[in-house]
């Protein structure tokens, strides 16, 4: 852009008066961080960078992000003025760029000031070129190694970034990386490595250990959690991006369990009353879906999400949980290449969600070739990278019933691992 350029670290920030300044009448008063921002910049129109916007706190000095409102305002930072300068100052030509990690922390009023850009996490693919490309030959440097004395191959980088990291950036990967350099580095101090080296994806483990997210791809299809009915795979977001949720479901027998709905997994409010809604259509159209929901009357559900440690809340599993209870209810099993999104309504509507590029970025990693979303959030479909979609077979879907006809296995898939009905 041709312009200076200051960050401002918010990161932390309780007084009123970091942002709008101390009136001289204080000893070691001082402008604010803005006009000092545009001071140290020697420009009008500097970029400022307002670093961790949503750690701004508030206590009995006043709210910074109150104060904030009108310097981001382009209706009224024309006119802003700080209690040490006291004079009108204009703001209007400075871009003001402001980062953040949750969304939900930034007060509605200030956020209605700023034109949001979400920015989602990285795919595979991009990881392992950042890698190649910016992270590996920093972390050579900062080893003491030559650019050609060691190298990566693309597979042992695509391994780290898939098997020993998971998250949404590369600080991990980068770390990850680093340590595999620095014991290269110590082996051949110690006469233990020739130089040059090239490192390949089976020399990771005898380097840093075993990588600690085996994605669910690699595990034998037989010992799959869907190989009995009753467990669905469905699609969530954490703080990492997008993962694989799994929803079990089991009946209790009717003479030793007890009635009524359980769920486990520490679950959110709008969760619990998904399951609810879920098992409630359920019982409301058991005959036309030809399920035996008789057997509910008088055995107990119990609808459980691993990992248990791991809080969870939203509507999206609504339709996971559907697809568990009818396929337990059914005695049908899940397709295993199968994963899904969706909230559920009473009537069997599918309503939109959140978060679809994360979830399908998951769903390609874990090896999941068969997609359900709802449709109004077929969109959302164009922010997903091409080469992902490619592999995955999407299916929009408005109603609930779509979604068994497409998640459940025939009938005779495995007819010896029906549930008996309750005599």
């Known amino acids: 852009m041709g312009r200076k350029f200051v960050r401002v670290a918010l990161g932390g920030v309780r007084d009123e008066a970091e942002i709008r300044g101390h009136r001289r009448t204080y000893v070691g008063a001082l402008p604010g961080r803005i006009v000092r921002a545009i001071k140290e910049a020697g420009s009008m129109n500097p970029v400022v960078l307002l670093d961790e916007i949503d ?46 990690n949750v969304l939900e922390a930034i007060p509605e009023a200030l956020l209605d000031r700023m034109e949001l850009v979400r920015l989602d996490g990285y795919t595979e693919d991009e990881k392992v070129v950042i890698a190649r490309d910016h992270l590996l030959p920093r972390q050579l440097e900062r080893a003491g190694l030559e650019k050609d004395e060691v190298t990566l191959e693309e597979s042992a980088l695509r391994k780290l970034a898939g098997e020993y990291t998971r998250e949404a950036g590369v600080r991990n990967l ?21 130089l040059p080296f090239t490192v390949t994806d ?9 990588p600690h997210h085996v994605p669910e791809s690699a595990q034998d299809p037989a010992e799959r959690r869907t190989a009995v009915p009753g467990v669905a795979t469905g699609l969530a977001v954490t703080g990492a991006g997008g993962d694989v949720l799994f929803v079990e479901a089991s009946l209790a027998d009717p003479e030793t369990g007890a009635s009524g709905l359980t769920l486990t997994g520490q679950l959110g409010d709008v969760m619990k009353e998904s399951a609810q809604i879920a098992l409630s259509f359920l019982r409301s159209h058991g005959a036309e879906l030809e399920l035996p929901v008789g057997d509910l009357k008088d055995r107990g559900v119990h609808v459980h999400f691993p990992a248990g440690a791991v809080p969870k809340d939203g509507p999206s599993a609504g339709i996971t949980l559907t697809t568990a209870l009818a396929s337990l209810l059914s005695g049908r099993l899940v397709r295993t ?28 990693r874990a090896g999941i070739t068969t997609v359900v979303i709802p449709q109004r959030n077929e969109a959302d479909l164009d922010d997903v990278p091409a080469e ?12 609930v019933r ?22």
């Open 55 to 100: 750690k701004v706190g508030s206590d009995f000095r006043g709210d910074p992000a109150a104060a904030l409102l009108e310097v981001l305002d382009p209706a009224q930072n024309h006119t802003f003025r700080d209690h040490y300068l006291e004079v009108e100052l204009d703001l209007s030509d400075v871009v003001f760029l402001a980062t953040a």
């Open 202 to 210: 089976a020399d990771l483990r005898g380097l840093i250990g075993r």
């Open 337 to 364: 290449d199968v994963a899904m999104t969706g909230e559920v309504s009473l009537t069997g509507r599918v309503l939109p969600i959140g978060g679809v590029k994360q979830k399908l970025l998951a769903a390609h």
């Open 388 to 399: 992902v979609l490619e592999k995955l077979d999407v299916h929009p879907v408005t109603d």
């Open 402 to 423: 779509q979604v068994l006809e497409i998640a459940l296995a025939p009938a005779t898939a495995r007819a010896e691992e029906r549930i008996p009905a309750a005599a």
């Open 174 to 194: 980068e770390r990850s990386v680093a340590r595999l350099l620095r014991k290269v580095a110590a082996q051949h101090e110690l006469g233990d490595r020739e």
